[in-house]
C-alpha cells in the first residue's frame, strides 16, 4: 500500500501513531520541516527498527547530511 501524506506533519504523526513501512521515499526539496528533519525523526522514533529511507533528489545532489540520513538516492525526474 502507498501512502502520500499532504505535508511533513502528517508523516511524523503517522509515525508517531506507531504506523510502519517497507521503504520511505522523501523528496529532499520538502517545504515546512524539510527532509532532513523528516529523516533524522524517523530514525530517532524507530532507531534499529526504521524502514530504508531513499532520497528523491533534483539532478543528483547529494550532500553529506543526505548521505548521512538516507540509506540511497534516487535522482529526479524518473525516467520510464
Known amino acids: 500500500l502507498i501512502k502520500v501524506p499532504a505535508s511533513v506533519d502528517e508523516a511524523l504523526a503517522w509515525i508517531d501513531e506507531g504506523r510502519r513501512y517497507d521503504v520511505v ?3 529532499t526539496h520538502l517545504t515546512g520541516s524539510g527532509a532532513a ?3 533524522s ?3 530517532q522514533t524507530l532507531g534499529p ?3 530504508p529511507l531513499v ?3 533534483a539532478l543528483g ?3 553529506e547530511e543526505t548521505a548521512a540520513l538516507f540509506s540511497a538516492t534516487v535522482t529526479k525526474p524518473i525516467k520510464a
Open 55 to 57: 532520497a528523491l533528489t
Open 49 to 51: 527498527a526504521a524502514p
Open 61 to 63: 545532489r547529494r550532500d
Open 25 to 27: 521515499l522523501v523528496d
Open 41 to 43: 525523526r524517523v530514525r
Open 37 to 39: 528533519a523528516l529523516a
